[in-house]
């Protein structure tokens, strides 16, 4: 097998891109069969699928070109998956049919593993008259919030959650309450939420120009511009949300703004796209291609770089015909297009080893010559396809070349689309790459920063102990391997040091050469003024960017990673405490509840008992922790914690903590719960638990608070006699998360990253 570059880039493998059958049996085994797999299925629609399929696996072996996510685990595996890796759905009708048609068609999409971007604009607002009903519309957020509920339940393929981003326009009269909506911690969950930004917009801001919010030519409110948008950025700097948009640009400099109008993007803002685009994305590992790293003679490979970059065109163009799509209109409008997005990670990585400060007008320079070069290379091999396979059927050379992007481009790439064509519509775009990135041995994500040099994360091993290990930033071991303990150069930045205004020139360099958009995050320190927190976004408007995304650590959007060097607080003994989904307050029963009688005071410490309870069709374990209070010289159980690193369970088991708790306080016989715990039967089936039936995973906590009220003393039996795990019963509880909680492997540590919340342990990206 290949030598993974490091332990974590062999699990992720392992974990989400090697083939396996349906029981867990090995197909792929070794990484070279992955790439052989892709390189076949890719192949497959040439007229010499053999010659081709070896200059495929060239380019990816060495991991130096990286396919997505989802073209590495689904091409060639035959199953119902799409290769595409996100989509704009059609335009929402203002018509309460085709809002639920325009839901089934996302559950559909979701279903097959495509994270999915709507405009929220089309629907009338809050309070307008619905006629023929005699009644008022409940507005977009209202609707939005039943696609997050849909959202919630569709499972995507890959067994991860479906991504969504929803857009609005900032003329829209409800926009003031979109601005607000993600600041209630439990609505849109799913969504990103970005806000359509005009350039008449901008220009008010600039000059104190009052603002209409309009619908269907009806002004239903004026407000001032400046007020608004400091809203916009009053909700960014506390809640991360929502991102900025500039729509007007990017249906100005896109290729096709003689045959489509934009109007939202994919889940991470990389790919704005029509009603029905999809988004096909790749990435070339800029990391791979450095010769001599850290030598005297370090330097891009540029030839190396466009013979890549060709063959990468070439692979993702025979994907648009080897993929499936969940809807036809999105096939149709795929093949009408044939838009691609290849991108590039280990950006940073490749500065730092050619010498180049990341932020630096040195490296911004690099980094726009490096973009050009790929562009450059994209565009004139999708020219040679349109000479061989035609050019995509909406190509109009005249209104083409017209466009913002190609008033750049070289005067002899142009010359060759005209008389030529060219096979795809738009071919380049900066996609986030955090779990590719980590298969390709831990390379610096797209065009970000390094985030950390170093970390630590824990392991699971076979025996269910965890072990720690170091996960290294590729550069960094590259500096190891070829100068050992020596310290790392000044030039060496990470995204915890960069000042926000190096994020936004790196940003903006890139975006030059990048026909799509970028997926970014400007991390901004915690301690960053509001007014200096602002001029981020206006650099960014006035430099070029086609949207913003920040990020600040705070007590709502939790904090950074903990990098090697800094080590957590030791835990304090102190009464347990179970984290919420967002690492950011104790599920400590809470909030207004209206009792029959008065609550028992809660002490400032109690004693309990943490148990392990291990459900068999469940990959993670539910830990169940009860505390207990003394009154009258005897123990009763007081309150309840139930966690689990599955997040499938996150719901209930917090409704389940506060609802159980909240009883149990209130004093009395409560001995009924255990009763209606275990009466409770799933109609999908239980299972056998150490001899015994148990109907239903709620029915085994159940089983467990029952035993624990034994133990004490306050009912009298002998319970389902479920064992426990004694280590549960010491678990530290009391450490301070360092970010939030992963959905997928349950470690704390995500942190935002390419507009992303990223998981820094697996890899899991909320967008997919």
């Known amino acids: ?94 018509d ?37 009903v005699a009644a008022d519309a409940s507005g977009p957020l209202s609707f939005m919030d039943v696609w997050d509920a849909m959202c919630r339940t ?16 900032c003329d829209h ?5 979109f601005i607000a909506a993600k600041q209630d911690a439990a609505r849109l969950r799913m969504f990103n939420l970005s806000v359509l930004v005009t350039d008449a917009f901008m220009d008010a801001v600039k000059t104190g120009k009052p603002w209409d919010l309009t619908f269907g030519g009806k002004v239903y409110k004026t407000v001032e511009a ?27 400099m896109n290729n096709l703004n003689y045959a489509e109008t934009i109007a939202a993007t994919n889940p991470c803002g990389e790919q704005p796209l029509p009603p029905y685009g999809a988004c096909l994305l790749g990435s070339v590992n800029l990391a791979r291609l450095v010769t001599d790293p850290f ?59 050619v010498g180049l400060r990341y932020g630096s007008e040195d490296a911004a320079k ?162 960053i003024g509001f007014d200096a927190f602002k001029d981020v976004y206006m650099a960014a408007w006035d430099q070029g960017c086609k949207g913003c995304t920040t990020y600040r650590p705070n007590a709502v959007t939790g904090s950074v990673l903990t990098v090697a060097e800094e080590k957590p607080a030791k835990a304090e003994k102190a009464a347990p405490e179970v984290l919420s989904k967002d690492g950011s307050e104790p599920m400590t029963p809470h909030g207004d509840v209206i009792y029959l009688s008065e609550p028992l005071d809660r002490p400032q410490a109690l004693e309990g008992a943490t148990y392990k309870l291990k459900w068999p069709d469940s990959e993670h374990a539910i830990y169940i922790t009860i505390n207990d209070i003394v009154q009258g010289g005897h123990r009763r159980p007081f309150e309840v914690f139930i966690n689990s690193k599955n997040m499938e369970h996150f719901a209930w088991t917090v409704a389940l903590t ?56 306050f009912i009298e039996g002998e319970g389902l006699g479920l064992k426990t795990d004694p280590k549960a019963q010491a678990m530290a509880v009391g450490e301070t998360p360092r970010g939030p909680a992963c959905p997928s492997c349950g470690q704390f540590g995500m942190h935002m990253v390419e507009g992303c919340m990223t998981c820094p342990n697996c890899g899991y990206s909320k967008c997919g």
């Open 366 to 527: 690099a980094t726009e010559e490096w973009m050009h070069r790929i562009a450059r290379a994209a565009y004139l091999a999708s020219v040679d396809l349109a000479k061989e396979k035609g050019a995509f059927p909406l190509f109009d050379a005249k209104m083409f070349l017209a466009s913002g992007t190609m008033q750049a481009m070289d005067a002899d790439v142009r010359k060759a689309i005209e008389k030529h064509g060219i096979r795809n519509a738009l071919l380049t775009s900066v996609a986030p790459t955090g779990t590719i990135s980590l298969y390709a041995g831990n390379v610096s994500s797209g065009i970000e920063p390094v985030f950390a040099y170093a970390y630590k994360r824990k392991v699971l091993q076979k025996d269910g102990s965890r072990t720690e290990e170091e996960v290294v930033d590729y550069a960094v071991q590259q500096w190891r391997d070829r100068f050992g303990d020596m310290p790392l150069p000044e030039h060496f930045v990470n995204a915890q040091t960069l000042p926000p205004l190096d994020h936004v020139r790196m940003q903006a360099a890139a975006q030059k050469w990048v026909d799509s958009s970028i997926s970014k995050t400007i991390n901004c320190p915690e301690d």
């Open 154 to 169: 569709i499972m995507s393929a890959g067994s991860r959650r479906g991504a969504m981003m929803a857009t609005m326009r």
């Open 658 to 713: 506060r609802m159980i708790s909240a009883v149990f306080r209130r004093g009395g016989d409560v001995s009924f719960v255990v009763e209606e715990l275990k009466a409770v039967f799933d109609p999908r089936g239980g299972a056998w638990m150490q001899g015994r039936y148990i109907p239903s995973i709620l029915a085994a906590i159940g089983g467990v608070i029952e035993r624990h009220m034994i133990a004490i003393g």
């Open 226 to 252: 400046q007020d608004l948008w400091n809203r916009i950025m009053r909700a960014t700097f506390d809640y991360a949300e929502p991102g900025v948009i500039f729509i007007d640009r990017i249906n100005t």
């Open 173 to 177: 009269p409800d926009i003031e309450a």
């Open 295 to 353: 030598g005297p003679e370090a330097a891009l490979d540029l030839e190396a770089l466009d013979d890549l970059t060709r063959v990468a065109v070439r692979m993702m163009d025979n994907t648009v015909d080897a993929s499936r799509f969940p809807l036809p209109e999105q096939a149709a409008e795929a093949k009408a297009k044939r838009r691609i997005g290849l991108g590039v990670t280990g950006l940073a990585d490749a500065l730092l080893m």
């Open 1 to 94: 097998m290949t030598a993974f570059a490091a332990p974590i880039a062999e699990q992720i493998w392992d974990m989400k891109y090697r083939l396996k059958e349906a029981d867990g049996t090995p197909v792929d085994g070794t990484v070279e069969d992955t790439w052989r797999r892709i390189a076949r299925a890719l192949a497959s629609v040439e007229k010499d699928p053999a010659a081709w399929e070896d200059r495929f696996y060239s380019a990816l072996e060495g991991f130096k070109y990286l396919p997505a996510g989802r073209i590495t685990a689904g091409a060639g595996t035959g199953r119902t998956v799409t290769l595409f890796n996100c989509f704009v759905m059609g335009t929402i009708p203002d």
């Open 96 to 132: 309460m049919g085709g809002i639920f048609d325009a839901l089934k068609e996302a559950a559909l999409t979701m279903q097959q593993g495509g994270g999915i971007g709507y405009d929220f604009s089309t629907i009338r607002p809050r309070g307008a008259e619905v006629k023929g």
